[in-house]
């Protein structure tokens, strides 16, 4: 058995989650042994949670490599990863790599590009393992396009924010609020 690599990428509320929740329960219908993952960085849920109510439960992580110390992973046949951009670069990297060598099937959705336009770290390092990329998209909160590829952020009061000063990871305290929107209106 070869290992095999998807990437679900999109903006924020594409339905992501959805995708990643969907994708690992037919493998559990096909009776091979699914271990959900996300980081401990995601202070917004315990569990993966989609923006409509569906969840999975999930085990978090500050690394990838780390669930290793919490799992026989050699009983695990698929794993599924939300938030991606949350976890380290390199360590995703080589442990995802090593998981595929090792016949591993991974399933992983994240936001690819972030609030200041460019695209994740974390992202960029996974696409070199070449996986079968599925790109969903959102509806644009400013103008009502449905081609959303982009995730816009601004202060919690409504202000523009400096693009360039923005952290890879949005904290979720209340500082910033974010919103799928469109090519047009990212860069308007």
């Known amino acids: 058995m070869r290992g095999d690599f998807t990437l679900i990428l999109g903006p924020m509320a594409s339905g992501k989650s959805i995708a990643l929740i969907a994708e690992l329960d037919r493998y559990e219908h096909a009776h091979k042994k699914v271990m959900t993952v996300h980081s401990t960085a995601n202070v917004r849920e315990d569990d993966v949670e989609s923006r409509i109510g569906l969840s999975r439960k999930a085990l978090k992580v500050e690394k990838l490599s780390d669930l290793a110390k919490q799992v026989n992973m050699e009983e695990v046949d698929v794993v599924g990863g939300d938030e991606m951009l949350m976890f380290d670069p390199e360590d995703s990297f080589n442990t995802i790599k090593d998981w595929l060598f090792s ?60 693009r360039k000063s923005l952290p890879d990871v949005i904290p979720q305290d209340g500082t910033y609020i974010y919103k799928p929107v469109c090519r047009r209106c990212f860069y308007k």
């Open 103 to 162: 016949g591993k099937i991974v399933v992983a959705s994240s936001v690819d590009m972030l609030g200041n336009g460019s695209l994740s770290k974390t992202v960029k390092r996974l696409l070199e393992l070449v996986p079968d990329v599925r790109y969903e998209k959102a509806v644009c909160e400013e103008c009502d396009a449905i081609d959303a590829r982009f995730t816009k952020v601004s202060k919690s009061n409504g202000e523009p924010t400096d």
